[in-house]
């Protein structure tokens, strides 16, 4: 089946240190893969994207690139701040979901907190 | 444009008992996703429903289920109540396929504590 695996946290950075989080997959085909963010009390906030390999998303900052001779998606930047202070999540839509199905797998999670 | 919105944010239940959970997607959203966010467990994908329908569901007990209204709302309801049925409850929202993976969009969640 689907899975995804993502490092265990928490991680703990000080202000402009760089930022990985590494996520795997297993999947058939050719899966979209995503990060999400959570910030504490809210739900969850598409972070980045990206639909097909050697794709690169990046959003705020955020970079991650579809590498699917490794099956990876590792989430990357390059000085954090204390507002990333947050817990983040690595997710895939399968290829084979099914017209219109979109279900989404998701790792864990890893808490990334940012101290000044 | 309003997000998703769920209620109530936190519910309080005694084991056995049943909850109901609402949530109303982005105005011109269709379909409608539940996951549960236990402690430890990340994201589990439980019910999708789609112009009304329930198009898919994840591994749960039949205890839980749920509906979609006509103007796409939707609830979620948890039957004899468990201690485990303790998590984070958020749905999701996205229109239909053919608009591009853009992702979905969460709501902020319900708290349900079993006791």
């Avoid at chain 2, 105005?27 to 439980?46: C, D, E, I, K, M």
Wanted: charged share 15%; proline share 4%; aromatic share 12%.
């Amino acid at each position: 089946g689907n899975s995804v695996t993502q490092m265990e946290g928490p991680v703990t950075l000080s202000e402009e240190a760089f930022l990985t989080i590494n996520c795997t997959y297993t999947a058939t085909g050719y899966p979209s893969l995503f990060w999400y963010v959570q910030y504490p009390g809210e739900g969850l906030q598409l972070l980045l994207k990206a639909t097909k390999a050697d794709d690169k998303g990046s959003n705020k900052g955020f970079e991650a690139t579809y590498r699917k001779e490794t099956t990876s998606f590792h989430l990357e930047k390059g000085s954090v701040q204390v507002s990333d202070s947050a817990v983040y999540f690595c997710a895939l839509n399968p290829s084979n979901s099914g017209a219109g199905s979109y279900q989404l797998t998701f790792g864990k999670g890893t808490k990334l907190s940012v101290i000044p | 444009e309003a997000g998703v919105t769920q209620s109530p944010t936190h519910l309080i239940k005694t084991r056995g008992q049943q909850a109901t959970l609402r949530c109303s997607p982005i105005s011109g959203h269709t379909s409608v996703y539940w996951y549960q966010q236990a402690l430890g467990l990340g994201l589990q994908f439980l019910l999708w429903y789609d112009e009304g329908e329930e198009r898919n569901r994840g591994n749960f007990p039949p205890r839980f289920s749920g509906r979609q209204f006509p103007n796409y709302s939707s609830e979620l309801n948890v039957n004899a109540l468990e201690l485990e049925d303790s998590a984070l409850y958020l749905c999701a929202s996205r229109k239909v396929a053919g608009t591009g993976l853009g992702g979905y969009t969460f709501g902020s969640g319900t708290r349900l504590t079993v006791v």
